[in-house]
């Protein structure tokens, strides 16, 4: 029992360290790990729904170019969440009223179901995330 009890700390023990070597610099997880963003042509994340995927920083620079999931999603979105695909690292999306992230904007931290209530329904063309 007491060395089946060993083994077992030194699985954890080897586990653990396991964990801190592939830690690395923050850079190069940024460029491993996309940045996603849900967008709904209805409320609550709802109807038609698709994802965007952005390195960071990177801009999606025209909707119109987005044909999955029902064709054109120039100025269609109003309902929009960000998913954290890291627990430890925070991102931002922000929408933009035109083309090449330009115009107004709407940063978004978790999901908004209504973006009315922004004042940015059926107006986002393009769109940037990144880590803050
Ligand atoms: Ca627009």
Do not use: H
């Not at 700390?9 to 690395?24: D, Q």
């Not at 994802?51 to 170019?65: Q, S, V």
């Amino acid at each position: 029992m007491r060395a089946a009890f060993s083994l077992i700390f030194a699985l954890i023990a080897s586990a653990t360290a396991a964990v801190i070597e592939v830690r690395e610099p923050a850079a190069t997880l940024e460029k491993r790990y996309e940045l996603r963003i849900v967008m709904c042509k209805d409320l609550n994340m709802k109807g038609i729904c698709t994802a965007i995927n952005t390195a960071n920083d990177g801009c999606y620079a025209d909707f119109r170019l987005l044909t999955q999931q029902g064709g054109n999603w120039n100025d269609q979105v109003t309902s929009a969440s960000i998913v954290p695909e890291m627990k430890d690292r925070r991102f931002s999306c922000t929408l933009y009223a035109d083309l090449n992230c330009t115009g107004r904007s709407l940063t978004l931290t978790g999901v908004e179901y209504d973006l009315r209530t922004k004042n940015f329904n059926d107006i986002a063309t393009s769109v940037k995330c990144r880590f803050y």
